[in-house]
Nanobody, 121 residues
Framework: QVQFVESGGGLVQPGGSLRLSCAAS????????MAWYRQAPGKQRELVAT???????NYQDSVKGRFIISRDNAKNTMYLQMNSLKPEDAAVYYC???????????????WGQGIQVTVSS
């Protein structure tokens, strides 16, 4: 079992910034990758960004240049720095732990409980 503590969500005005954190604990075994997903009301959950075991990152096109994913292996914690936020970024953001070197779409893993991000003036 993997447990997660997600933090950093909330309400921000368009153009603002937020930093999400996801601290994982429990059955964490190296190598592992992590990812952020999001789900807006009435929409399917979508992949936002991934960070591989070795640190390689990948982003959804709509967030490239605005979001930065990172990880602190010593703390088993992943971050998502979100800049220049837009109303369309509003969603519940979920972190995912993926056993192995990378996170695959639809692959096995454990999910955080989700954290709300609201972008509104």
């Amino acid at each position: 079992q993997v447990q997660f503590v997600e933090s950093g969500g909330g309400l921000v005005q368009p153009g603002g910034s937020l930093r999400l954190s996801c601290a994982a604990s429990g059955s964490i075994f190296s190598p592992y990758a992590m990812a952020w997903y999001r789900q807006a009301p009435g929409k399917q959950r979508e992949l936002v960004a991934t960070i591989a075991h070795g640190g390689m990152t990948n982003y959804q096109d709509s967030v490239k240049g605005r979001f930065i994913i990172s990880r602190d292996n010593a703390k088993n914690t992943m971050y998502l720095q979100m800049n220049s936020l837009k109303p369309e970024d509003a969603a519940v953001y979920y972190c995912k732990y993926c056993p192995g070197y990378v996170c695959y779409e639809g692959g096995v893993g454990s999910w955080g409980q989700g954290i709300q991000v609201t972008v509104s003036s």
